[in-house]
């Protein structure tokens, strides 16, 4: 079942769309992908992404020379990648440059500690925004509207943005849960069905709890949705739409250097996409709880 499950994921680009090899950034597919990578394509990604620049007026010869691996396993990567071959690995890597307008190697820029943590952070909301397909956020936005029952799945470092979901779309009166310890988490995943949505946010794709859960509701049938940082990571197997912050590999002592804004950015979209669908409805139940909260003051 999990082969048939991988083999199908597969056939996908990376945002879902089976035609996304044809149009998604190479250098964030890169970064999205690098744990999933064998020695030798990583042999090769490394060399790339340390100068994508140089990469672009690099003969074959040369990225073999610089990155140790042979010519074929060059041309096996870049059709991996979803192209013909090394020639239009370059065109789609001088596009990528060309449309980013800066350098990708630079990270020399001029400013303060407190600059640079802000503009990395809008770096990867505008990098979010460019590989998630708006199809594919309205095909989770239309799944959480319908859903009988919708359960978070997340622990360790992404459960406070699991939490932040919850609490937006409980304000809209979306049959929400987000259990907090990891065994009542995959006990609620024993008991979904297939009007319901299992949501799994990790930001390594790889957290063992948060895949089993998802694991588990979809074999119960369960639509099966994930917000991860990376791609290709196991919890992209069991998940029937995803959904990418920034791109990277995340090692466990990483994970709180992962940008969370851009996590949260998805949920916002997600929150507003269907809050809008019933605008009256959801004007009129932000106002109750509004008018009941203001009691507290």
Sequence with gaps: MAQRQRKSSGSKGFNGDTDASAKRPVLLYLRGILGSLNPTERLIADCVLADPESAITSSIADIKQHSGASV????????????????DFKIALARD????????GDTKKKGSLFEKVFQFQAQSLAETLKINAETTLQKVANALEKA??????????????AYAAYCKFQMIALP????????????????????????????????RETVQCLEVAKAKGATTVCLTNAMKSAITTFSDLCLYATPSEIRYFQAPLASRITQLA????????????????????????????????
Excluded: W
């Design 148 to 161: 009988h029952k919708i359960e978070l799945f997340s622990i360790g470092p992404s459960y406070p943005v």
């Design 176 to 207: 929400v849960s987000a259990q907090c310890d990891s065994h009542m988490q995959l006990i609620a995943a024993t008991q979904m069905k297939a009007d319901d949505v299992a949501f799994g946010i990790s930001c390594s794709g790889n957290t």
């Design 266 to 297: 998805l949920i916002d979209a997600l929150f507003v996409s269907v809050a809008l669908k019933h605008k009256n409805r959801t004007a009129g139940l932000l106002q109750r709880s509004a008018t009941e909260l203001l009691k507290r003051r």
């Design 72 to 87: 074929g396993s060059i041309v096996i990567f870049c059709r991996r990648l979803g192209l013909k071959g090394f020639a």
């Design 97 to 104: 440059l060309a449309q980013s307008g800066l350098p990708t």
